[in-house]
């Protein structure tokens, strides 16, 4: 079965510092996609970045950059330059193998709170 | 750029009413996703329409419906409503057969009573 772990239910950083957010994947598949979505306190759920199993570069969206070591099943969110305004939830995603309309499972999020 | 838009934004019934929740995908997405996201948890699939048709089925009880219409917005509706059915109800869009990005709708809050 398919699976996303993010081990961090709770991080705090310093305003213009970077940060990492961890998450890793399992899944039998060989096509599957990676998504990172921000999620703030009002409640809506906000799309950042995308990354294919195949893709070779990884994906890059402004301030968020996507470091996808496909051997370690790993697809760790960074943000660099953080601001007051990145703090929320993160949730990282996987979709199944490429069907129609796949679904999408969520981890269980990181809560990201900045400090000033 | 247009959005996914849902209604309503919030909604408040009493336990064994029903509930009709709407979604409007983004202009030119033929896929439709529903998601629950209860206090505290990560968004679980529901159901997801392609092309009108009903394509995969989640963690839906059989007390809720869904279908897609030739419009492509999208209605779930909601029946005998328990305390549990207290959620964040997401919408979400896509172009093509899954192979895309899914945008989300900004949500609509519903609270059981």
């Known amino acids: 079965a398919q699976k996303i772990t993010q081990t961090q239910p709770g991080m705090f950083v310093q305003e213009k510092e970077a940060v990492t957010l961890d998450c890793t994947y399992d899944?039998?598949?060989?096509?599957?996609?990676l998504f990172w979505y921000k999620q703030p306190s009002s409640g809506e759920m906000i799309f950042l970045i995308y990354?294919?199993?195949?893709?070779?570069q990884n994906a890059t969206e402004g301030r968020y950059s996507l470091n996808f070591q496909k051997a370690r099943k790993s697809a760790n969110l960074v943000i660099s330059a953080s601001q007051l305004g990145d703090s929320a939830m993160y949730f990282c995603?996987?979709?199944?193998?490429?069907?129609?309309?796949?679904?999408?499972?969520f981890g269980s999020g990181t809560r990201l709170s900045i400090r000033p | 750029a247009a959005g996914v838009i849902q209604s309503p934004r919030h909604l408040i019934k009493e336990k064994r009413e029903t509930a009709t929740l709407k979604c409007y995908p983004i202009?030119?997405?033929?896929?439709v996703y529903w998601y629950q996201q209860g206090p505290g948890q990560d968004p679980q699939f529901l159901i997801s329409?392609?092309?009108?048709?009903?394509?995969d089925k989640g963690s839906i009880p059989d007390r809720f419906s869904a279908q897609q219409f030739s419009d492509y917005h999208s209605e779930l509706n909601m029946s005998s409503l328990e305390l549990g059915d207290s959620a964040l109800y997401f919408c979400?869009?896509?172009?093509?057969?899954?192979?895309?990005?899914?945008?989300f709708g900004p949500g609509t809050r519903l609270l059981v009573l």
């Open positions: 329409f392609y092309e009108k048709m009903q394509s």
């Open positions: 990354q294919g199993s195949y893709d070779e």
């Open positions: 899944t039998s598949d060989q096509s599957y996609g």
């Open positions: 979400a869009s896509s172009p093509g057969q899954g192979r895309e990005t899914q945008y």
């Open positions: 202009p030119r997405h033929d896929t």
């Open positions: 995603a996987m979709r199944e193998a490429y069907s129609s309309a796949s679904k999408i499972i």
